[in-house]
Structure formats: structure tokens, C-alpha cells
């Protein structure tokens, strides 16, 4: 007797259900600058200085104050009256004179501009005829043009990167507060399973194939900042697959499998989760991807994703990952999408939501990889980018569609 097919339901909806359940974990941990790369700030970061933190030279040249110039006329050479390097005190500028100045040093007290070395001329008595008279202001970086002491600088909930890592080092921060990494246990499931290098291509039996999921979904899971244990291959028997289980759902905080999560004999998480907690199969109305599971397993969250490995790489990159971002308190979970016209005819589309692999050209429209079955991995290695195509409609080439980076995607 065949199980009934659950129904199906929309992205949206599933991925509202499944955030909905995705409940940020509590640890937060001081981590050094350095090290936040793609971790996400716990606590928002003010500002206790400004940045630039005194008016200063963004040239190498003389500090002069322009009123001394006069109108019009070139000026007469005049003495340097003090030199001031990047990382010393200025005095205050004397009347008629030139301030030597470098770059990033302060701007001394009475100069309103900096007159570039390029536009000076030195004469042989030492003294400094200004060529070009600077405009009131030239070539000064003005204090607290970058940051202004009180501002919230980084928010709680972003994601860090080089830039934001620059930033807190920019006001003073050593160290920062993060969420904790979600642990992850990982396993595949099914018997045709083969480890690359534990078998040669030619001698890999009929109905063999090797194991591809579990290599992009450690890496994806890393990259979001997750600590990943990593169980392996397990086979399609029902006491092995609860016995993983079990031992997955200690000390993690989220079990993520691929395969299995079909309703054929040979899918053993349904009766296995449900045998040590609870699961609901989903099918969603996406192509590729489908069958998607969400379930509990003692304190540990649990996602089975559907075995093709492109429908794992899709699904993960439209749910789990913003699941695991979540469950770390981030604020952005989804990337943006931009309109771009493709240059390609997609006349027989599906009734689910499809996400097509496609790459950008020089031209600034899309091209479509040829195959987009939903097992041929190859489409995802070409691709820079997915079409999010609503459900059942023809693409024409001309047609502005709906493009979101696999680059946002997947950092
Ligand atoms: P399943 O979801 O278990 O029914 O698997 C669907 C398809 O994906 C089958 O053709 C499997 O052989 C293939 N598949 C499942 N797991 C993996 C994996 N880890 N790597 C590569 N292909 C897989
Ligand atoms: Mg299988």
C-alpha cells in the first residue's frame, strides 16, 4: 500500500514554516577581529571615537591657510615653518608660512587647505612658492567623515566580512561578540554510495556512484560558519539509519542528511525519525528540489534534503541555509534578486517554481545551461546564477526575469 503523498506547498510558505521553528541559539562568543570572517555580530558595536579622529591630509604637499595668499596674484615664496609626518601633533600654523605635510598627518590649527608638493616649487633658499592656489578646504579628510563617536557602527545580526572586519578594527575592536556556531551533523544516505578514493573509477560496480553531497554540503555548512560533524555514509536499513541518528542528535543542534527523504521502500528516514522523535515530509512546489523533510530529534533540528544533487544544492541554498543563518540570529537571510533579460527561450515551462542554472554573459544577459536535470551537478559548476521562474511560466529571449548570484547564495 502506497503512503499518501503529502501535499504540496509553497517556497515561501515552507521557508516562513521552517524560519518560524529556526530559533536562535543562545551562546554568543568573543571572537578576535581577525577571525569573524562570515560570523555573525551578536551585539551592536558603537562608536567611542571619531574616525578620522582630527582633520587631516590626504596628500603629501603644504598646509597653508588660502587668506594668506591673496587675491589673484602669484604669491611670494614663503618659509616651511614646521614639518609634520603621518603619527605627530601639528602646531598651530604661523601667519605666512607653509606647514610641510604628509599624508594621513594632522592638518595644524589656522591651515584651511593643502596645496599638493606637484603645484610648489622649492627655491634654492629653502622657501616654497604655491604654483596653483588651492580652493578652502582641498585635499583635507575632515574628522569623523568615516565615523562619527556614537554610531552605531556594525548591528547586531550582520554577517561579518573583510570589509565590516576592517571597520570594528577602524574604531578600536580587538574582539567581537558572535553568535555561537550551530553544530551540524552531517550524513548521506544510500547504499550506491561510494567514497571517492576508497575505489577506483574503473573498478566501481555496476549501481555505484560516488558520494558528491557530502562534499559541497560540508562546504556550504562550513562557509555559514557551522562546526560540522561529519558521520559519513549510512545505509539504507532502518535500525542503522536510527542508530545514526541517535548518535547525530547528541551535543548538535541541527542533524542535516541528503537522500532518503522519498517515500519509495528504500527511504528509511521517515520511519527513523519518527521512531526517536518527529518529522514532517514536505513536497514543495519547486523544481529541482521537492521532497524536503523538517523534523525533530531530542533538542536537535532536523533537515532531510532530497538526494539529486542538484536538489540538495538548490534546497540547501534556499532553506537551509537561511535556517542556519537564522538559528545565528541573522538579520539577512535571502539574497537579492535583479531583473535581467535572458538570452535564451525557456517555451515549456513547469508547474512548480523552477530554478534554472544560468550564467551571465558579456553581453548583460543570461545564458541557460543546456541540461537541467536536477542530477546533473555539472549545471551548478557553470552556473553563476539561478532564474527564479514562477510556476508555469515561458521564458522568450528578450524577457526580463528574476536572477539571484549563486555568489550571494552560497557565502
Ligand atoms: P534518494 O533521494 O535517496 O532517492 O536519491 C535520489 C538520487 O540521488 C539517486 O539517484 C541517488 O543515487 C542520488 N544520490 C543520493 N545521495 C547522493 C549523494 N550523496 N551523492 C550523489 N548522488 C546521490
Ligand atoms: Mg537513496
Given at each position: 500500500?502506497?503512503?499518501?503523498r ?23 562568543e ?29 596628500m ?20 616651511v ?39 610648489t616649487?622649492t627655491l ?11 580652493q ?10 568615516d ?20 571597520l ?7 574582539q ?17 554510495l ?5 575505489v577506483?573509477?574503473q573498478a566501481?560496480?555496476p549501481?555505484?556512484?560516488y ?32 542508530q545514526?541518528l ?8 541541527l ?11 528504500e ?7 519518527q521512531?526517536?522523535?518527529k ?8 523544481k ?6 523538517y ?14 544533487p542538484v536538489?540538495?544544492?538548490v ?23 535583479t ?20 550564467r ?27 532564474v ?11 524577457d ?12
Amino acid at each position: 500500500m502506497n503512503a499518501p503523498r503529502p501535499p504540496l506547498r509553497s517556497l515561501d510558505d515552507a521557508l516562513a514554516d521552517l524560519l518560524a521553528r529556526a530559533t536562535p541559539l543562545a551562546g554568543v562568543e568573543s571572537v578576535s577581529t581577525f577571525d569573524v570572517d562570515g560570523r555573525v555580530l551578536a551585539q551592536d558595536q558603537v562608536s567611542a571615537l571619531q574616525v578620522p579622529p582630527q582633520d587631516n591630509s590626504s596628500m603629501d604637499g603644504y598646509a597653508l591657510r588660502c587668506a594668506d595668499l591673496g587675491e589673484g596674484a602669484t604669491p611670494a615664496a614663503w618659509p616651511v615653518s614646521q614639518r609634520i609626518p603621518a603619527g605627530s601633533a601639528a602646531q598651530p600654523l604661523q601667519a605666512r608660512t607653509l606647514a610641510r605635510i604628509f599624508t594621513g598627518a594632522p592638518v595644524p590649527e589656522g591651515a584651511d587647505a593643502i596645496v599638493m608638493q606637484e603645484d610648489t616649487e622649492t627655491l634654492a633658499d629653502g622657501t616654497v612658492r604655491v604654483l596653483r592656489a588651492p580652493q578652502p578646504g582641498q585635499w583635507i579628510r575632515r574628522s569623523g567623515e568615516d565615523v562619527t563617536r556614537g554610531d552605531a557602527v556594525l548591528r547586531a545580526g550582520q554577517r561579518l566580512s573583510p570589509a565590516e572586519m576592517g571597520l570594528a578594527a577602524s574604531i578600536g575592536l580587538a574582539q567581537l561578540p558572535v553568535a555561537a556556531r550551530p553544530r551540524v551533523a552531517l550524513f548521506s544516505t544510500g547504499d550506491e554510495l561510494v567514497m571517492p578514493g576508497t575505489v577506483p573509477p574503473q573498478a566501481m560496480k555496476p549501481g555505484a556512484i560516488y558520494n558528491s553531497n557530502r562534499f559541497f554540503l560540508r562546504a556550504l555548512l562550513a562557509r555559514l560558519g557551522c562546526e560540522v560533524t561529519d558521520l559519513g555514509i549510512v545505509p539504507d536499513q532502518r535500525e542503522a539509519t536510527v542508530q545514526a541518528l541517535r548518535e547525530a542528535s547528541a551535543g548538535h543542534d541541527l542533524i542535516l542528511t541528503s537522500g532518503g527523504v522519498s517515500v519509495g521502500e528504500e527511504d528509511h528516514i521517515k520511519p527513523a525519525v519518527q521512531a526517536l522523535g518527529k518529522l514532517d515530509l514536505w513536497q514543495i512546489a519547486i523544481k529541482p528540489g521537492k521532497p524536503f523533510a523538517y523534523g525533530r530529534v531530542g533538542d536537535a533540528h532536523f533537515i532531510g534534503l532530497p538526494g539529486n544533487p542538484v536538489s540538495s544544492f538548490v534546497t540547501f541554498a534556499l532553506l537551509v541555509r537561511p535556517f542556519v543563518l537564522r538559528l545565528q540570529g541573522a538579520t539577512a537571510l535571502t539574497p537579492p534578486a535583479t531583473r535581467l533579460p535572458a538570452h535564451f527561450d525557456w517555451p515549456r515551462p513547469d508547474k512548480r517554481r523552477e530554478f534554472l542554472r544560468v550564467r551571465r554573459n558579456a553581453q548583460g544577459g543570461l545564458d541557460l545551461f543546456a541540461n537541467q536535470s536536477s542530477g546533473v551537478l555539472t549545471s551548478v559548476a557553470w552556473s553563476d546564477g539561478l532564474v527564479d521562474n514562477p510556476p508555469g511560466c515561458a521564458i522568450a529571449r528578450g524577457d526580463a526575469v528574476s536572477f539571484i548570484s549563486l555568489s550571494d547564495l552560497l557565502a
